[in-house]
Structures are given as structure tokens and as C-alpha cells.
């Protein structure tokens, strides 16, 4: 069982809401002593937060991820370089519980603009023993449909936020996959931008606006392109979707639970085979990030297609699309596909 997948229960429920009000201001001049141009120098945990401050910041921010193209962002370590330049940073934003040597050396840092995008929406469980998917938080809808921000929807969810993610506690840290929580999160990395580097706050408004159209189109498209299909349950070897499936009503099915390198055990192939079939499943998902030799073997034997579907954890020369944008709809193709979209 491959622990670093697992974000621990108290890396969330124990976690300082983010409360934008904790953000102290600093000018222009603050950002510019930093020394990037005048621009402020933003440090990213891995891409999905890259793509979030480079396209709210803008023309304002000099954007430095810590995770490489092609790193496996949970198998990351730090060099004594990047710890250093994560101690230089006017701000920095980042997933608590994705990558424990990033938080660990953000907590050592002393930056003051330090943002963790997990306290600008809501973390859920996703259950899965060995990787299904459970679909038991109608109760926790409303979060979505009020979009709660930052720590009113922490402290909401606080009791919530402990769950299990896989065999171990934790929560489901997947939420950019959900373009309506990634929307809140770009929402709240807006605001934050704006009280870091007040000068510039009404280009961080204006550039946030324009992000969250088009996270808003998005989840238009995969709401009507996931609306009538022929099957609702997809396989995939990373259970990193559930918060995809619950959005769009579909049901994930992992191999192996969390890790997907992992080695599925003879019960579970044929607990998947019962499965495909019963759900009229056709494909089973391996990522670009990670070996397709699992899904390929439990392919080969339930006599299922294999099919990419990628996790948006880093973009490579691999990945289907240029951005986060164009993946996530090269997903949506794929999904269409796998469930026989009408």
C-alpha cells in the first residue's frame, strides 16, 4: 500500500483554514525586493497550482514550479536549491498532504503568503478499500452548490474532512480534476493574489474572472457530454477520480486502490471482470505519468480496451493537450468513448 498517496487525516482536519485574512500584504515594492523584474515571485507545488498562479498572476508573477515535467509529483524530494527558493518567495501556493517534503519545507520556510488550496474548497472521502468508488455524500452536495469558499467551507467541513482515502485515513486530494472545486480554488488563489500584491489587484480580478469561464464551460461540456451514455462505471488504475465521478454521476472503479503501480491481486482481476461486466464497462484507464503494465495485464485478461485517462499531475511532450484545459477535454473525449456517450 503506497502510503505517500495518502493525504493523513490531520494534514486536513487539523489544518489552519486558510482565512485570507492570515495573508498579510505586501507592496509592490515588497514583491520587487524579491527580485524577479518587479514581478512577484510565486513558487508552485506541482501543475495544477502552476497553472493557477501563471494564469491568474499573469504578466505580475514569476511562476517556479518544484515539480519537473515528467516527475511523479508524489515521489518528489527537494534539493537544497529548491528549499531555498521556496524561503525566497513572495508567495506560494500548494496542496498540503500531496507532497510531505513540499509541506515540510514550506512549514520551515517562514514565507508569509503561503496559500494551501485544500482549504479553499472542500475535501471528501472517495472510499475505496481497494479503489471503488463511493458515491455516499449527497449530504455534502450543498458545499458545491453554495460554492463555499476558503474557511467558512473548512470549518464547515471540518468533522468531514478526516476521511478515508484508500485503507489509511485521509482525504481525497484530487479536487483539480473537479473543474467546479477547481474553479473555487482559482477563486480563492484570486483573492489571496490580490491582498499579496494589492497594486495589481484588479488585473487578478479580472484574470481570475476570465479562468473561471472557462472552468465553468468546461464542466458545461462534460455535464452534457456525460449526461446520457450507454454505461456510468469506468476502471482506471489511479483512483484518482473520484471527485470526477461524483460531479458528472459516473462510478469509479480503482485496481488496486491507491497506488498504480500496484499489483492487483487475482480477486480483484476477477472481481473487476464481474464488475465490467455486470456495468457494461469497455475500458480500463492507466495515466502518463505512471506504467501502463497493469492495465494492459487486466486487459488482456477480462478482455477489456485500454484508454488514457491522465490525472493532470504534470504536463509532458506525452500529454494529450498543452494545458490544463486541453487535457481535461482530451478526457472528456476519452470518457465519452469508454461509456458509450450518445
Known amino acids: 500500500m503506497n502510503v505517500r498517496r495518502l493525504i493523513p487525516a490531520t494534514a486536513v482536519a487539523g489544518a489552519v483554514a486558510l482565512g485570507l485574512t492570515a495573508l498579510s500584504a505586501c507592496s509592490t515594492s515588497d514583491a520587487a525586493d524579491g527580485g524577479d523584474g518587479g514581478k512577484l515571485k510565486v513558487t508552485a507545488s506541482f501543475y495544477p497550482m502552476q497553472f493557477l498562479a501563471e494564469r491568474i498572476g499573469g504578466e505580475h508573477v514569476a511562476v517556479t514550479s518544484l515539480t519537473k515535467p515528467g516527475v511523479e509529483p508524489h515521489d518528489l524530494e527537494l534539493t537544497p536549491r529548491q528549499i531555498g ?3 525566497e518567495s513572495d508567495y506560494v501556493l500548494y496542496l498540503k ?3 510531505p517534503a513540499v509541506d515540510d519545507a514550506i512549514k520551515q520556510s517562514g514565507v508569509k503568503n503561503t ?3 485544500a482549504t479553499l474548497t472542500t475535501l471528501e472521502n472517495h472510499g475505496s478499500e481497494v479503489g471503488g468508488h463511493d458515491h455516499g455524500h449527497e449530504g455534502e452536495e450543498h458545499a458545491d452548490e453554495h460554492g463555499h469558499e476558503g474557511e467558512e467551507a473548512h470549518e ?6 478526516g476521511h478515508n482515502h484508500g485503507e489509511e485515513g485521509g482525504a481525497d486530494p484530487h479536487i483539480w480534476l473537479d473543474p467546479v472545486k477547481y474553479a473555487e480554488v482559482a477563486k480563492g488563489v484570486g483573492k489571496s493574489l490580490e491582498k499579496a500584491d494589492p497594486d ?3 488585473d487578478y480580478e479580472k484574470n481570475t474572472e476570465t479562468l473561471v469561464a472557462e472552468l465553468d464551460k468546461l464542466n458545461t461540456a462534460y455535464e452534457s457530454g456525460l449526461k446520457n451514455t450507454a454505461t456510468k462505471t469506468f476502471i482506471t488504475t489511479h483512483s484518482a477520480f473520484g471527485y470526477l465521478a461524483e460531479r458528472y454521476g459516473l462510478t469509479q472503479q480503482g485496481i488496486a486502490g491507491i497506488d498504480p503501480e500496484a499489483e492487483p491481486s487475482p480477486a480483484r ?3 473487476i471482470h464481474t464488475i465490467a461486466e455486470k456495468e457494461k464497462a469497455t475500458t480500463v484507464f492507466f495515466e502518463t505519468l505512471a506504467s501502463d503494465r497493469t492495465a494492459k495485464t487486466l486487459a488482456k485478461d477480462t478482455g477489456l480496451k485500454t484508454g488514457v485517462l491522465d490525472p493532470l499531475e504534470g504536463i509532458t511532450d506525452k500529454s494529450r493537450g498543452a494545458d490544463y484545459i486541453e487535457v481535461m477535454e482530451s478526457n472528456l473525449t476519452a470518457l465519452q468513448k469508454a461509456l458509450g456517450a450518445k
Do not use: K, L
Open 115 to 117: 496559500v494551501d488550496a
Open 269 to 271: 482481476i476477477q472481481e
Open 85 to 87: 527558493s521556496i524561503s
Open 97 to 99: 498532504g500531496i507532497q
Open 156 to 161: 464547515e467541513h471540518s468533522e468531514g474532512d
Open 200 to 202: 495589481h489587484a484588479a
